[in-house]
């Protein structure tokens, strides 16, 4: 886990909202545990893990939704901890929609605005606004039954926006939705997140939404943070075996640091990337990601190269993902994805003996993970 001082850099400045030392427990189980994290106004932060991690639980304790057992909550230099969700202004958009059914369009998305007692011909001009920005003009007297999934999901992000808030919270917003819709919505989301420059957290646990939509990642796992950092250095550079292997796909083998820059891996010694943080002798994972396992140009006598026979091929469109059997250890297995270009230039097929190098410029080292 990543120390609460890397937890909360990446943001310049005072933060928009701040968080600290923040614990959540249920009954005995401790759901979030010391939970720090700066974010800046208008970035779009993404909280991702798997199922029962506690990013939809730390998004309801911003919320106020969910109070959290300890620690505290600031918005705009505010200390909301003991706020009640009404003062934390905030706009929330569901995985169900939560649409009044009764409502049309219009009454849907000025609800807030009724709430505050605007007057009648702001709210009109907002909602035809607002209609407009999500792609729905002229479906303001409509029902919320009228219109497809992927609709009634841009009229809840308008809802959310109505009343301008400082803060966008988007709770699993895609989840329901259908593939080729839920990545037109998630282009759309961030187009308008950008335009109106709001601080937006999104809980996901769909890497792919959340290395497209967001400036930078929360991964969480068993309620605590394991990393934070732009998609980038979360998919090139994890912190952990953890985030290494929920992000992406990553071979991990086990090994022995023999000394700096050099590791052993089935009885072979390869080159590695030097790290002050492991000491010689100890049991480290070895991390490659497939796409960066190199075939094209590789003779074989390079100082990470290995003869490996392609075991099975698994067609994937663009590419082809391969499962590789090192041939002096055919119980090591490795994954590569080989693209389109590849397979064709180089006729790669099942039952081939081929040279690969795992560039020591591609290899991470974490320290072995306990059998527990």
């Given at each position: 886990?990543a120390?609460?001082?890397?937890?909360?850099?990446g943001t310049?400045?005072?933060?928009f909202?701040s968080?600290?030392?923040?614990?959540?427990?249920?009954?005995?189980?401790?759901?979030?545990?010391?939970?720090?994290l700066?974010?800046?106004?208008?970035e779009?932060v993404?909280?991702?893990?798997p199922?029962?991690c506690?990013?939809?639980t730390?998004?309801?304790?911003i919320a106020?939704?969910?109070?959290?057992?300890?620690?505290s909550i600031?918005?705009?230099?505010?200390?909301?901890s003991?706020?009640p969700?009404s003062?934390?202004?905030?706009?929330?958009?569901?995985?169900?929609?939560?649409?009044?059914?009764?409502?049309?369009i219009a009454?849907n998305?000025?609800?807030?605005?009724?709430?505050?007692r605007r007057p009648?011909?702001?709210i009109?001009?907002?909602?035809?606004?607002?209609?407009?920005?999500?792609?729905?003009?002229?479906?303001?007297?409509?029902?919320?039954?009228q219109l497809?999934g992927?609709?009634?999901?841009r009229?809840?992000?308008?809802?959310a926006?109505?009343?301008?808030?400082g803060?966008?919270?988007?709770?699993?917003?895609?989840?329901a939705?259908?593939?080729q819709?839920?990545?037109?919505l998630?282009e759309?989301?961030?187009?308008?997140?950008?335009r109106?420059?709001?601080?937006?957290f999104?809980?996901?646990?769909?890497?792919e939404e959340?290395?497209s939509?967001a400036?930078?990642?929360?991964v969480?796992?068993?309620?605590v943070?394991?990393?934070?950092?732009?998609?980038?250095?979360?998919?090139?550079a994890p912190?952990?075996?953890?985030?290494?292997?929920?992000?992406?796909?990553?071979?991990?083998?086990?090994?022995?640091?023999r000394?700096?820059?050099?590791?052993?891996?089935?009885?072979?010694v390869?080159?590695?990337?030097?790290?002050?943080d492991?000491?010689p002798g100890?049991?480290?994972?070895?991390g490659?990601?497939?796409e960066?396992?190199?075939?094209?140009g590789?003779s074989?006598?390079?100082?990470n190269?290995v003869?490996?026979r392609?075991?099975d091929?698994e067609?994937?469109?663009?590419?082809?993902r391969?499962?590789l059997a090192v041939?002096?250890r055919?119980?090591l297995?490795?994954?590569?994805d080989?693209?389109?270009?590849?397979?064709?230039?180089?006729?790669l097929?099942e039952?081939m003996?081929?040279p690969?190098?795992?560039?020591v410029?591609a290899?991470?080292l974490?320290p072995?993970?306990s059998?527990?």
């Amino acid at each position: 886990m990543a120390s609460s001082q890397r937890q909360t850099e990446g943001t310049a400045g005072a933060p928009f909202v701040s968080i600290r030392s923040l614990d959540k427990f249920y009954g005995s189980f401790k759901a979030l545990a010391d939970i720090n994290l700066d974010v800046a106004r208008g970035e779009f932060v993404s909280f991702l893990g798997p199922s029962g991690c506690g990013k939809t639980t730390l998004l309801r304790a911003i919320a106020g939704l969910d109070r959290q057992s300890s620690g505290s909550i600031a918005i705009g230099g505010r200390d909301v901890s003991q706020a009640p969700p009404s003062e934390r202004d905030f706009g929330i958009v569901f995985q169900s929609y939560a649409l009044f059914p009764n409502l049309t369009i219009a009454e849907n998305i000025g609800y807030g605005l009724v709430n505050r007692r605007r007057p009648r011909d702001e709210i009109t001009a907002r909602v035809q606004e607002l209609l407009a920005m999500v792609g729905l003009p002229g479906q303001a007297g409509k029902y919320p039954a009228q219109l497809s999934g992927g609709q009634q999901q841009r009229v809840a992000l308008a809802r959310a926006l109505a009343t301008s808030p400082g803060l966008l919270l988007l709770d699993e917003p895609l989840s329901a939705l259908d593939a080729q819709v839920r990545i037109r919505l998630r282009e759309e989301i961030r187009e308008v997140q950008k335009r109106l420059g709001v601080t937006t957290f999104m809980v996901t646990h769909d890497q792919e939404e959340a290395l497209s939509m967001a400036d930078r990642i929360v991964v969480m796992n068993h309620g605590v943070i394991e990393q934070i950092g732009t998609p980038e250095e979360i998919y090139r550079a994890p912190s952990t075996p953890f985030v290494a292997d929920f992000i992406g796909r990553i071979n991990l083998l086990p090994g022995v640091l023999r000394e700096a820059g050099r590791v052993e891996v089935a009885e072979r010694v390869f080159s590695c990337p030097a790290s002050s943080d492991l000491a010689p002798g100890s049991k480290i994972e070895v991390g490659i990601r497939p796409e960066a396992i190199r075939v094209r140009g590789v003779s074989g006598n390079e100082a990470n190269a290995v003869r490996v026979r392609i075991h099975d091929l698994e067609f994937l469109g663009a590419f082809c993902r391969a499962l590789l059997a090192v041939e002096a250890r055919p119980d090591l297995h490795l994954v590569a994805d080989f693209s389109a270009n590849l397979m064709r230039d180089l006729a790669l097929a099942e039952g081939m003996v081929i040279p690969v190098e795992l560039p020591v410029e591609a290899l991470r080292l974490f320290p072995a993970r306990s059998a527990a």
